[in-house]
């Protein structure tokens, strides 16, 4: 009964591929996110949705591109893969009402060789 | 913009000492202040937080205490273990907002 997950936990690719990372929650929660650590650790925000609809789009160049079929999934398509796209990749839910807690996913490491 | 600092980024302490991690916002209508702890490999996970309409709140050897005057909030583990080694991430969210500030993380080293 895995709250959030997330395909593949490990991508390894050559620079130029195009990736795709899916991630889905079963915690009936409205909010999902994507967040890109590097290797300092620091979390970035990526994007978030709410019931389908992108409500947060921080600088992050337009080859990665998010899709929400439905509020339990949230995916991420990378084209044209670069060096500095190697990181870990966390997707997380929240309930947009109420409680502020995040779940995070078990995250997917890629590598750009 | 909002922003949270954190310090310090690197924490060494010894076995039983008590750690304290200090975090300062900016965005004064954030109420809401989530601590999660990240283990080496692993996604992080919240440990404790606190509302804006409390000053303190402790669960077990972990407490969390918040000045919104100064808008200012730091985490006290006490008696620490080295299962406590790990990356800490305190966070700033407010009612109304889209996401969460996180600041930078401290590595906590705890020796046995």
Redesign the interface.
């Given at each position: 009964d895995t709250a959030v997950s997330q395909t593949p936990k490990y991508l390894v690719t050559q620079m130029g591929n195009d990736k795709s990372i899916k991630c889905e929650q079963n915690l009936g929660h409205d909010?999902m996110?994507w967040y890109k650590q590097d290797s300092?650790?620091?979390?970035k925000?990526m994007f978030?949705y709410?019931n389908k609809e992108l409500?947060?789009n921080e600088t992050v160049p337009n080859r990665f591109s998010p899709k929400s079929p439905d509020k339990a999934h949230l995916n991420l398509h990378i084209n044209s893969l670069e060096l500095g796209d190697s990181a870990v990749y966390?997707c997380a839910s929240s309930q947009l009402a109420g409680v502020?807690?995040?779940y995070?996913?078990?995250?997917t490491r890629l590598t750009v060789t | 913009g909002e922003n949270v600092e954190q310090h310090p980024s690197t924490l060494s302490v010894q076995e039983g000492d008590s750690a304290v991690i200090k975090c300062t916002y900016s965005d004064s209508a954030s109420n809401y202040f989530p601590w999660y702890k990240q283990e080496l490999g692993k996604r992080p996970q919240l440990i404790i937080d606190i509302r804006s309409n409390v000053g303190e709140k402790k669960d077990q050897r972990i407490a969390v205490t918040l000045n919104k005057t100064a808008k200012h909030f730091s985490l006290h583990i006490t008696e620490t273990q080295p299962e406590d080694s790990a990356v800490y991430f305190c966070a700033a969210w407010r009612t109304g907002g889209f996401k969460t500030i996180f600041g930078a993380g401290t590595r906590l080293f705890v020796k046995a």
């Open positions: 909010t996110y300092k650790k620091f979390l925000i978030s709410n409500i947060i966390f502020r807690e995040q995070f996913g078990p995250g | -």
